[in-house]
C-alpha cells in the first residue's frame, strides 16, 4: 500500500510540474499573432493586437498565483491531515483549478472591457 501511495503522489506532482511548465512557456513566449489555436482566446481578446497582447500577459501572470495554492492545498492534505484517498485530492485539485480558471477569465475580460473604454 506505501508503495502505491507514493506512486500516485509522484503522479499528482508530476500533473503540478505539467501544469507549472506550460503556464510558464505561455508566460515567457506567448503568441504574438492572434490565433485560434494557442492562448486566452475570446471574442473580446481577438479583437485587435492590443487586446490580445495584455490578455495573454494578465491571464498567464496571474495564473502564476493558482499553484502556490494547489500546491499548499495537497500538501495539507497528505501530510497534515493523513488523507490516502489520491483520487479525492487530484479532484479536488482539478476543481480548485477549474474555479480558478473561470474567476480568471471573468476577471480578464472586465479588464479588457476598460481597456476598450
Known sequence: MELNFLKNYFDIIFCDVLISFVTVLA?????????????????????????????????FRNWFFVIPVVLLFQVLTLILFDIENIGLIETLSMILFFIYSISLSFITERKLKQLDQ
Open 27 to 59: 508566460y515567457l513566449l506567448p503568441k504574438r499573432k492572434i490565433n485560434s489555436i494557442v492562448g486566452y482566446r475570446t471574442m473580446r481578446s481577438m479583437k485587435d493586437q492590443k487586446n490580445w497582447d495584455f490578455s495573454q500577459r494578465f491571464f
